[in-house]
């Protein structure tokens, strides 16, 4: 099982950026899907951005044009840019993947363990 690190929340002012990382335990076979989903005081946890194999990425309209999602396959790590960042964006941020370690392999996925991000003046 593949285990992932996060890093990169803190707190930031209105307007200002964050970049999220998640680094990956050892290199994957064939990563299928990337996501981020975040999870505000006292709501569900929520999609934010999910990009998978030959699908795109995908965003919802609350961050839509503003996070941008991504993976770095050489140093096994995904990351999302946070831009434009607003007070209502404060959240537990997580990473989930989505794998497999062979062609035939059945679909593995994996959580990090979060981090938080206050967006506040």
């Known amino acids: 099982q593949v285990q992932l690190v996060e890093s990169g929340g803190g707190l930031v002012q209105p307007g200002g950026s964050l970049r999220l990382s998640c680094v990956a335990s050892r290199s994957i076979f064939r990563l299928m899907t990337i996501s981020w989903f975040r999870q505000r005081p006292g709501k569900q946890r929520e999609l934010v951005a999910t990009?998978?194999?030959?699908?795109?990425?995908h965003y919802p309209d609350s961050v839509q044009g503003r996070f941008t999602a991504g993976g770095d396959g050489a140093k096994d790590t995904v990351y999302l840019q946070m831009n434009s960042l607003k007070p209502e964006d404060t959240a537990v941020y997580y990473c989930n993947l989505q794998y497999r370690d062979s062609v035939s392999g059945p679909m593995h996925h994996t959580w990090g363990q979060g981090t938080q991000v206050t967006v506040s003046s």
């Open positions: 990009i998978s194999q030959g699908g795109g990425a």
